[in-house]
Each structure stands twice: as structure tokens, then as C-alpha cells.
Nanobody, 123 residues
């Protein structure tokens, strides 16, 4: 099983980016999918998670109202729409997959990880 993120880059404060995570090697429609991020010198932290059906989502307070997680199971792809970006959103963003219906914040619960994509918010 493989997860590959894309869509990162350099954006000005207040701007938007959409990250994608393409899954292969197995069908991830039975997996909850999450986004995590890791800033330099900091631990990897939870950002958002979505249920296998897409019907349930949960966000960290730091991104709530600005980020939207979604998925397209037909394309085996996870998305993160990021709006109103701030310099403190600068980090490497990772997608992760966890088998089952429970939504977890803890990175230790996830079964598969991507390699990450860099997001830099700077003027």
C-alpha cells in the first residue's frame, strides 16, 4: 500500500492551496484518512480526519473553519483544501490511513503514511 501527497508549495498569507493524497496498492474505501503536519523542530500534529464514507469529519482547532478535508473513493484520493493560510501553517503535510470506522487524532493509530509535501506560507 502506498500514499503519495502532492499540491504543496509556496503561498502568500491569506492564500489557498489544495493538497491531494493518491492511494494505491489497496482499496482505501474501508479506511479513515487523516492529514497531519510537522513544522521544523516540532512534533507531527493532527490536522483533520475523515471517515471511510466521507460522512464524518473532525478538525484540529488550529485549522477549523479554514481547512476542508474530503475524499473521492472512486479515485482513491484524499484532499485537503486550505484557505486563509497563515505563516504558522508552514509545515510538511502528511496523509495517513487507518483501517476502520473510528476517527483518531493520535498519529500512533495510523497504519499507512505518505512521504509528505512541503507547504510554505510566506510573503
Amino acid at each position: 500500500a502506498q500514499l503519495v501527497e502532492s499540491g504543496g508549495g509556496l503561498v502568500q498569507p491569506g492564500g489557498s492551496l489544495r493538497l491531494s493524497c493518491a492511494a494505491s496498492g489497496r482499496t482505501f474505501s474501508s479506511y479513515a484518512m487523516g492529514w497531519f503536519r510537522q513544522a521544523p523542530g516540532k512534533e507531527r500534529e493532527f490536522a483533520a480526519v475523515i471517515s471511510w464514507s466521507g460522512g464524518n469529519t473532525y478538525y484540529a482547532d488550529s485549522v477549523k473553519g479554514r481547512f476542508t478535508i474530503s475524499r473521492d473513493n472512486a479515485k482513491n484520493t484524499l484532499y485537503l483544501q486550505m484557505n486563509s493560510l497563515k505563516p504558522e501553517d508552514t509545515a510538511v503535510y502528511y496523509c495517513a490511513a487507518k483501517y476502520g470506522s473510528v476517527l483518531y487524532e493520535s498519529r500512533d493509530e495510523y497504519d499507512y503514511w505518505g512521504q509528505g509535501t512541503q507547504v510554505t506560507v510566506s510573503s
